[in-house]
């Protein structure tokens, strides 16, 4: 028989807050990354060439390469403050509804003549497409400079870019460029892609990004994508040699039928309810062959009913769609705010320090503070099921996400806001030296948990009230870390 016991917030005596956890200097200090990035021997995550743990713990950047040098240098800095490493862009811009496509922050456009040979000026709407769409091998070295500049920017302040060098759009659409690829041809499409390629093999840290929001194609499609990639992994010794994509919704990078065996990386995608983060993301994380996985796009923060009404999905708090994505893959994550990713000014400089980029702050630091690395998902690759409850389901807004590592000194379990009640704990893989705590997403605080049993069947933990937001959700940490504060 199993026991259980069930704390609640009344019982909690000498309640210690805290704010910092003191580690193992060694293993988890802040490092100056050394790209390029490699994969792990056992395949599950991203090291640099020290073979230091890399997380992927990015923003999106969608229209980046349309600010100036200030403005992309005050988005890093408000990047780097806030614990990324990491951000995703577009190499060129199509999206009518972001800032000035296709040009530069100098009014430069990426191409300087149409098929037909006449001068581009940047009109992406077209009379006849196979002849004025914008030739891809006509670069403008203007443009092109810039974004030049802004990697190696990037590369200087230890950002990876995941980088789009064709974002296609869903149904190729006029927010991404698979129609100017399919009106070039692909012999042109391939030299594009050996020519964007062959410019940046030195760069070391890029992830080529593929396809955009797009998963199936016409016969057309297909070859144009597929050309730019042959165009793309042709150039030898190149410094960069990571790529996944961004599918359609609810489809993971390596699951793509025409294309996931290009993937290094396996990209979690959704956007919808319907088909829950959680789901998503532990598919991609039991994936065979194994590839890092970690997620990629979900529901954005005020992209919902508390911003622009671009995604009804996109509904608060947000925070709860990373802390699955991140424990569901363990790679890492990329979250993004329907104003900054437009880069429209003066608006995106207003909602780089909502409360869920502050949220992210905080998640960032905690994976940091953590042997994140050694993580294994509940119920994947071996672990055992550590929430004891056959109702905890990853189709549900209620899934208590959790992963811990084999030796037992290290569990986290993310309980979301739809979670009511007591979450039971198998204690049966914690080490009996660990202690527990509650983490307070909201505020980065730590609360002790008084724990009865370790090592030894099921114990209930009920979360100590609202977070300091007012929430439900809450993080469940054992370790064998000294917390103080």
């Known amino acids: 028989m199993r026991a259980s016991i069930t704390i609640h917030p009344t019982m909690y005596r000498n309640i210690i807050i805290v704010t910092a956890l003191i580690f193992n200097a060694a293993a988890y200090a802040q490092y100056p990354v050394r790209f390029p990035l490699k994969i792990s021997k056992d395949k599950r995550y991203l090291v640099d060439q020290a073979n230091k743990p890399f997380p992927i713990l990015g923003r999106t950047a969608w229209f980046i390469i349309t600010q100036s040098d200030s403005g992309y240098e005050k988005f890093l800095y408000n990047t780097i403050e806030h614990g990324y490493n990491s951000i995703e862009m577009a ?142 992994k042709s150039v030898k010794r190149q410094q960069s040699v990571q790529y996944s994509a961004e599918s359609y919704s609810g489809q993971n990078a390596a699951d793509n039928v025409d294309f996931g065996s290009e993937m290094t990386l396996n990209g979690s995608y959704t956007w919808e309810l319907k088909v829950p983060v959680p789901y998503v993301a532990r598919k991609a994380y039991a994936h065979r062959p194994v590839r890092p996985s970690f997620l990629l796009e979900e529901p954005y923060d005020q992209e919902g009913p508390d911003g622009n009404n671009y995604n009804p999905n996109a509904t608060q708090p947000v925070r709860r769609f990373q802390w699955w994505g991140w424990l569901s893959t363990t790679g890492g994550y990329i979250s993004g705010n329907g104003y900054v990713w437009q880069f429209i000014d003066p608006v995106w400089q207003q909602h780089l320090n909502t409360q869920a980029a502050l949220d992210m702050n905080r998640l960032n630091k905690f994976i940091r503070s953590i042997e994140w690395w050694k993580l294994i998902p509940s119920g994947l690759n071996g672990m055992q099921e550590i929430i004891a409850d056959e109702n905890n389901v990853d189709t549900s807004a209620a899934y208590v996400s959790a992963a811990a590592t084999k030796d037992g000194s290290l569990l986290v379990v993310y309980i979301p806001p739809a979670h009511n009640g007591s979450v039971s704990v198998n204690m049966n893989m914690v080490n009996k030296i660990c202690k527990a705590y509650w983490f307070d997403p909201t505020n980065g605080k730590y609360i002790q948990a008084e724990t009865l049993s370790f090592n030894r069947g099921v114990q209930s933990f009920t979360p100590p009230g609202k977070n300091s937001t007012g929430e439900n959700d809450w993080v469940l940490l054992f370790t064998t870390l000294k917390i103080t504060g």
Not at 117 to 133: F, R
Not at 178 to 187: S, T
């Open 91 to 232: 190499a060129i811009v199509h999206w009518p509804m972001g800032n000035h496509a296709p040009y530069d922050a100098n009014g430069d456009a990426p191409f300087l003549r149409r098929l037909n040979g006449a001068d581009w000026d940047g009109e992406l709407t077209y009379t006849d497409i196979k002849n004025e769409s914008p030739n891809l091998l006509t670069p403008n070295e203007n443009y092109w400079k810039h974004v030049d500049e802004f990697l190696a920017y990037c590369e200087i302040k230890g950002i990876l870019v995941f980088m789009f060098p064709g974002y296609v759009r869903y149904a190729g659409g006029d927010q991404g460029w698979m129609q100017e690829l399919v009106a070039n041809g692909a012999e042109s499409v391939k030299q594009y892609g050996q020519w964007i390629a062959n410019r940046y093999k030195k760069r070391k840290n890029i992830v080529w990004m593929l396809l955009g929001d797009m998963g199936t194609f016409t016969t057309e499609q297909k070859n144009a994508e597929a050309s730019l990639i042959k165009g793309l």
